[in-house]
């Protein structure tokens, strides 16, 4: 089993930044595909970015890149977010998860297929 607790989450003004955390207990995050998602009110889960289980690969939404950087921290088993240029569309309730698989240079964008999820921090960004 593996738990997920986020934290980092905020308000703040369009174009201010937040740095998220997904701090993992249970076994190491660094063997599983990690992924943050993201869901807005009315609408769709969405995934926003992912590290591969080596942590060599990342991929990124298109609304993100250049504003978002993930990255991980083995020392600390912890996923880090950290988003710069914040629009109010990226308001948020924001979720790491952990897929067991591990493949290198892949990571999965299908919510559906991840096997642990956190509870979620809520990201607000004001117009």
């Known amino acids: 089993q593996v738990q997920l607790v986020e934290s980092g989450g905020g308000l703040v003004q369009t174009g201010g930044s937040l740095s998220l955390s997904c701090a993992a207990s249970?076994?190491?995050?660094?063997?599983?595909?990690m992924g943050w998602f993201r869901q807005a009110p009315g609408k769709e889960r969405q995934f926003v970015a992912g590290l591969s289980c080596s942590g060599g690969y990342t991929y990124y939404v298109d609304s993100v890149k250049g504003r978002f950087t993930i990255s991980g921290d083995n020392a600390k088993n912890t996923m880090n977010l950290q988003m710069n240029n914040l629009k109010p569309e990226d308001t948020a309730v924001y979720y790491c998860?952990?897929?067991?698989?591990?493949?290198?240079?892949?990571?999965?964008?299908?919510?559906?297929?991840?096997?642990?999820w956190g509870q979620g921090t809520q990201v607000t960004v004001s117009s």
């Open positions: 998860a952990a897929d067991r698989r591990c493949r290198s240079n892949y990571v999965e964008v299908r919510g559906g297929l991840y096997d642990y």
């Open positions: 249970g076994r190491t995050f660094s063997s599983f595909t």
